[in-house]
């Protein structure tokens, strides 16, 4: 390998130090890091100089010839503008014109690998992952140790006399040397599942879900009767059931037996699991005179408590995802009793679905003809009119139903209250 490769790389390294998630090299700009934990980092200035773009260019081809002539490393992705490398035990992506405005040069590097008895699972818990959880999403926001959750998953089930593999795009997965780690094959993880059909794991890690394709490789490994575990991006366990059904990914009937677990995980830690089943029922808040609209629901309870949170299930042609406890749990149909009037400023319980055409609020009879804000991980997104039946519905199309979904594909928290 020629020794100005090595020195560029020698320079890349040396940005590191035990605490350093990643390094973030950005033309005209400082070297700057992620130093810290999942949850609780800080970005730093790594010093004072200006990054400019001979330097990153000269950084960019030599961790590509790197990666063509070391045996343990590889090109992921090489695109003009845009090449994402794992580089021994760094994932690096890198852009730059006409991809991106100025080059940048992103590096990550896991400083954290926990085993599954690190994160103190309830035995509970750990009795549902030994014996009955087949289909699992682990979702948390980006940073928040998801994959750090799953890489332990994979060693866990290995360790259990399975047979485990993982399929990623890049594969950074930090796992033992028994888990063969796959790759999009020919650029198609469909193609890349057909494979692993024939070697026939018990578990496959899939990291993670982004598109539709995604979803849908997912779903064909667990109907083949594959263990999955699936990572997600999503600000909660419901968000990330959500992003399952949207668009018809999965037909709600075949949700439970597509994932029957979702683990949320906050700042490196296991902050949330619910589990699913399937009932034919009368969804919560129908009354027995309405017995003819009883039909295939969904049911999503917190799996420490038991309790029933959400129902999901088909109403006048939409997906509707309905939170059923608590203040949620007094939300009406038809014939119930309306509640009183919200007050300006006052938190809104609410529930979004989408279709093809357009996304839906349940808001429930309470805010009936109120004016109500939504946000987006509390940033404002617009405001819109709740109408009698407890909902608003707004056209994909329009400014305001593209904010919505998009925010809710990223993961974000949606809210909403009362207009002033």
Do not use: C
């Not at 005209?28 to 980092?41: E, F, I, L, M, V």
């Not at 030599?62 to 994402?84: K, L, Q, T």
């Not at 193609?191 to 070697?199: E, F, H, P």
């Not at 939170?323 to 009406?332: K, S, W």
Request: aromatic share 6%.
């Amino acid at each position: 390998m020629s020794e100005w490769y090595d020195d560029e790389i020698d320079i890349l390294e040396s940005y590191f130090d035990e605490h350093t998630m990643s390094v973030h090299l950005i033309e005209n700009n400082p070297p700057r890091a992620k130093r810290g934990s999942p949850g609780d980092w800080a970005l730093v200035d790594l010093s004072e100089d200006i990054l400019t773009h001979e330097d990153l260019d000269v950084m960019a081809n030599a961790i590509i010839e790197s990666a063509r002539n070391d045996r343990f490393s590889f090109i992921e992705i090489e695109e003009e503008g845009a090449a994402v490398v794992q580089l021994r035990n760094l994932r690096i992506a890198i852009a730059m014109p006409p991809f991106a405005d100025k080059y940048e040069i992103s590096a990550i590097r896991p400083i954290t690998k926990l085993s599954i008895e690190d994160y103190n699972l309830s035995p509970k818990l750990m009795k549902r992952l030994e014996s009955r959880a087949e289909g699992i999403l682990v979702s948390g926001a980006p940073g928040s140790g998801k994959s750090t959750f799953a890489a332990a998953l994979a060693e866990f089930y290995s360790r259990q006399g399975n047979v485990v593999k993982t399929l990623e795009q890049p594969r950074d997965l930090q796992v033992s040397e028994d888990i063969v780690q796959y790759s999009p094959l020919d650029g198609s993880m469909e193609k890349a599942a057909d494979i692993l059909l024939l070697v026939r794991p018990d578990y496959v890690v899939y990291d993670e879900l982004r598109k539709d394709s995604d979803f849908q490789a997912y779903s064909d490994l667990r109907s083949a009767g594959v263990g999955m575990v699936g990572v997600v991006h999503a600000g909660s366990a419901i968000d990330a059931l959500q992003r399952l059904i949207h668009g018809g990914r999965v037909e709600l009937g075949q949700v439970p037996s597509t994932v029957d677990t979702v683990i949320h995980i906050e700042a490196g830690r296991v902050a949330k699991v619910s589990s699913l089943s399937l009932k034919v029922k009368l969804p919560t808040g129908m009354s027995s005179s309405q017995r003819d609209l009883a039909r295939p629901v969904v049911e999503v309870r917190d799996f420490e408590e038991g309790i029933l949170e959400y129902e999901m299930f088909t109403f006048g042609g939409e997906r509707v995802v309905m939170p059923v406890r608590g203040e949620a749990a007094t939300r009406a149909y038809a014939g119930r009793r309306e509640p009183r009037r919200g007050a300006p400023g006052e938190s809104v319980p609410i529930s979004v679905s989408y279709s093809k055409k357009k996304v839906t609020i349940y808001a429930g009879r309470k805010y009936a003809k109120q004016r109500v804000e939504v946000y987006a991980d509390n940033v404002y997104l617009f405001t819109t009119v709740i109408g009698r039946n407890g909902e608003s519905s707004i056209r994909i199309r329009t400014k305001q139903g593209k904010a919505l979904v998009d925010a809710i594909e990223e993961g974000a928290v949606i809210t909403a209250k009362v207009a002033q």
